[in-house]
């Protein structure tokens, strides 16, 4: 059984409600954090532009960093018309407690599924791929070279309450998405039953492998 860093799981289960995270921002008036993201244009990456997450938008300066502080790199990826990205937003990121196991173990990276379909579609696959279907808000880890070490689709607290009491597997943002013009599915139909090994030194600079950081 493939054995994954405590912290690791220790932030899924604060994403995911399994563990008491902390109190969730109710003070609307001023927002007392404003990170990276404020500098962006992507709707979906501004509405996370006052969360105590230190968060980096997708690019060389994230991965520079997990490289000299030997983290791995959390990247966290929706889309703004998501409902349960809104939610998980609301309910995990702003959440103090959450935001911390992520700035103090973690490179924390959002994407915009709808501007970077190329990034969202080769970590959807690793997820696919891996056995653990498919849907939004995707949380994956990486090592500092953009290799995925484990990923879910995860939700907020309350998604994961009603899912031990039999929720159906919908209750996550899936199915199929158009992005610029084409469709996305949410699961493959023949994927393999464990993801392969990586092949050596695909990163960066080549079409085929994983994306680049820029």
């Avoid at 990170?35 to 991965?63: I, Q």
Wanted: hydrophobic share 35%.
């Amino acid at each position: 059984m493939r054995r994954y860093p405590p912290v690791v799981i220790l932030l899924f289960a604060a994403l995911s409600g399994v563990l008491p995270a902390g109190q969730v921002k109710t003070d609307k008036t001023k927002p007392r954090h404003t990170n990276r993201l404020a500098r962006e244009t992507s709707p979906y990456l501004l509405m996370h532009k006052h969360n105590p997450v230190d968060w980096y938008p997708w690019g060389p300066e994230a991965f520079a960093k997990a490289k000299k502080e030997n983290k791995l790199v959390f990247v966290s990826i929706g889309y703004s018309s998501c409902y349960w990205c809104h939610v998980m937003e609301r309910e995990s990121f702003s959440n103090a407690a959450v935001a911390k196991l992520l700035n103090d173990w973690f490179v924390a990276v959002k994407v915009d599924r709808e501007e970077r379909p190329d990034i969202d579609h080769i970590y959807m696959t690793a997820l696919q791929t891996s056995g653990r279907g498919g849907g939004w808000p995707l949380s994956m880890f990486l090592t500092p070279d953009g290799r995925p070490v484990v990923g879910a689709p995860t939700g907020p607290p309350r998604i994961a309450r009603t899912a031990r009491t039999s929720a159906p597997a919908s209750s996550l943002c899936s199915g199929s998405s158009t992005t610029s013009g084409k469709k996305t599915p949410s699961r493959s139909k023949n994927r393999p039953t464990s993801w392969p090994r990586p092949r050596p030194a695909p990163w960066p600079g080549r079409t085929r492998g994983w994306p680049s950081s820029s």
